[in-house]
C-alpha cells in the first residue's frame, strides 16, 4: 500500500546530519591526513562514500516502505492444525481483535497509535524515519543501522587520525580556521557512535531471540507472572540463535547486510519452537 507523506522534523534534521558528517569526513578529515589526491586519500573516500550510500539508501528504504498492514479481510483459522500458536488477549481469553481497525489481529501484530493501523510483526515507530518498523521494513532499518554505526565510528577515527596529524603540522593558522568544524564534528560524532552502537547491539540481542521490542518487553511482563506461579516462560518463536538470524535477515550470509526481504513471508503467520505439537495459546 501506498504510504502518505509529510514534513517531519526528525527526518530533516538526520538528513543534515548525514550531509555534515559526509562533506566534513571527506573534505576535511580525509583530506587535511592523506589528501584527496593521494592513493590512501582515495582509497578512505571510496570506502567511506560507499558506507554512506548505503546508509542513505536504506534509510530512505525504511521511511518509504509501508511496515507490513493487517489485510482487512484477516481471520484467524482455529481449526488449522498447522497453526501451533494462537495468541489471545490476557484479560478474557478471546482471540486479539483491534476495535480501532475492526479486524483480527494476527500473532505479532499491534495497532500503532501514530500511524492508525495494525502492524504485521510490530517492532516500534520510529520518529526518525517517520514510520513504524514492521514486518515488511525490519530488515532493511537493522541494515541502516548496521551502516550508520560504521559510518560515524569511521568518521569518528578519521577525524582523531586527522587531528593528530594537524597537531604535528607546521600549519597552526589554518588547523585554527577547520577547528569550529572538529568542535561541531566531534560533540556529533561521539553521542551518534555511543548511541547508534547501543542501539546496533540491542537490535542484534532481538533477533537471535527473535523478539521485537514489543515482545522483549511483553515477555519480561510475562516472566515475572509465570515465576510467581511456579512455571517456565519460554519465547514460542525463538528457533534457536543460527535459526532465528535466518528467519530475520535471510539464509544467504552475504545478503544480511544488503537491502533484501523476499524471505520474509506475508507476515500473518510464523514458524515457532512448537511447530509439530498440539497448538498452544500464548497471552499478549
Known sequence: MNRCFSFSLPVTVVVSAIIFVYFCT?????DRWFGLMTSPGIMNAVAFTGVAVMCVLNYALAIIMDPGRVPSTFLPDIEDSSVTVHEIKRKGGDLRYCQKCSHFKPPR?????VCKICVLRMDHHCI??????GHANYKVFFVFVVYAAIACIYSLVLLVGSLTNDSQSDEQQSADSFRIIYIISG???????????????WHIYLILQNKTTIEYHEGVRATGLEEKVGNACKHPYDLGAYENLITVLGPRVFCWICPTSKHIGNGLRFQTAYDGIPAVSTST
Open 26 to 30: 571527506v573534505f576535511v578529515f580525509i
Open 109 to 113: 501484530a499491534h495497532h500503532c497509535r
Open 128 to 133: 526518525w524515519i517517520h514510520n513504524c518498523v
Open 187 to 201: 560533540l556529533l560524532l561521539v553521542p551518534l557512535s555511543m548511541a547508534l552502537s547501543v542501539l546496533l547491539g
